[in-house]
């Protein structure tokens, strides 16, 4: 976050921060509530996110409605795309993390994809848990060890603060789109929202006031933001791709920090891909016989797995990759598609006085594709001057 806020400026990437939260929220709240809608249309228990894209499309315009199996198709491609990047981007940030720690106590500069190859046994092992529920030991972890980080180091953000006369309170016009993917990155979760509420015991829980999404997305932005204006603050254009990564590493504190955030990091892979495995599956089983079915999916978990590891050693790179993931597929999973499910699915005398929904979901259809296109490029743009 103080990367991305070092990309936006201090002003502009304070309230940028927050309007992208609210957004993000927003898209999942239409999610979830055109869910339910489609789920009482066609008497339907629970969808995940493709199903709901799947009815918004039967349920629409009859000039839509051949586009209902594509639609379900592209949301679980988008799916896959998304957290499979996310998890490349786990993999970078974890290897990177032990690599300025071990190096600094043997003494040598040892290159990370070796780090990313040690840490194979551990994100197989992870790939392999079925079930969301195995993974709240690991979850219950990756929180307390996540908490103990962000407390030490708000403790070196909040010392030692640079004047806001010393940075930009907005930054050039190409850094922008980093700002946005970076940030987008960073906060959307929207492949989760619907494995999650359909396992929750009070469904109904999830939607309102407070209500477990208003809750946890407001105290995920306003960590965020604090973090990043605080981050930018105190090591001003001299911000890395992690804040973790600019802690100095010769502290033993600063040391507990890289090491716990990676711990929580990693303890998240599994959750993070838990979403596309269990897609990829449900379209391969049937190319196994009861029989094999197990040993199947093994393979297919394994083999996904090291796609992520593989990926994450030709970008190694942290900055460039995760505005590219934001920009390339978070911006369209969580933005561009809950707005379609939502225009499609109140199509029919529900878009409201004068039509506000249907202007409102243009607006994000065209905040989403400024930043796919924008980030992207200038992240492409990144990567190839990094293999220069």
Not at 280 to 302: D, L, N, P
């Amino acid at each position: 976050m103080p990367n991305a806020i070092k990309n936006g400026g201090l002003l502009f990437g304070a309230v940028g921060t927050l309007v992208i939260g609210f957004v993000c929220a927003h898209c999942v709240h239409i999610l979830v509530k055109s869910s339910h809608v489609l789920c009482r249309r066609t008497k339907t228990p629970k969808m995940t996110y493709a199903e709901t894209a799947c009815a918004a499309f039967q349920c629409g315009p009859k000039i839509l409605r051949p586009f209902a199996n594509f639609s379900k198709v592209f949301v679980n491609a988008a799916l896959c795309a998304t957290y499979v990047g996310g998890a490349c981007v786990y993999v970078v940030f974890v290897s990177e993390s032990i690599k300025q720690v071990a190096d600094y106590y043997s003494g040598m500069n040892i290159p990370i994809r070796l780090y990313m190859v040690t840490l194979i046994p551990a994100v197989v092992l992870l790939g392999q848990i079925r079930n969301l529920k195995y993974l709240v030991p690991f979850s219950m972890i990756a929180n307390i060890s996540i908490v103990i980080g962000f407390a030490i180091m708000m403790y070196y953000l909040f010392e030692d603060i640079k004047p806001i006369s010393s940075v930009n309170l907005v930054a050039s016009l190409p850094q922008i789109p980093k700002f946005f993917a970076t940030v987008i990155f960073a906060i959307e979760g929207i492949g989760v929202v619907m494995p999650v509420e359909n396992s929750m015991k009070k469904p109904h829980h999830f939607l309102g006031c407070p209500g477990v999404l208003n809750v946890t997305m407001s105290t995920v932005v306003a960590l965020y933001a604090i973090i990043g204006v605080f981050g930018y603050l105190k090591y001003g254009d001299a911000t890395k791709g992690s804040v973790t990564f600019s802690l100095e590493i010769s502290d033993v504190l600063g040391q507990v920090v890289k090491l716990s955030i990676a711990l929580a990091v990693l303890f998240t892979y599994g959750l993070q891909y838990s979403v596309p495995l269990d897609i990829i599956w449900c379209s391969m089983k049937g190319w196994f016989s009861h029989q094999y079915a197990g040993i199947g999916e093994t393979i297919v978990r394994f083999f996904m797995v090291m796609v992520t590891v593989c990926v994450a050693a030709l970008v190694p790179e942290l900055d460039p990759f995760i505005s590219l993931v934001g920009a390339l597929f978070f911006s369209v999973l969580g933005i561009s598609i809950p707005a379609i499910i939502e225009t499609i699915s109140c199509w029919d005398g529900h878009l409201g006085t004068c039509k506000w929904r249907l202007w409102k979901n243009l607006l994000l259809l065209v905040f989403s594709v400024f930043a796919l296109i924008s980030g992207s490029w200038m992240s492409i743009m990144d990567i190839i001057n990094l293999y220069k």
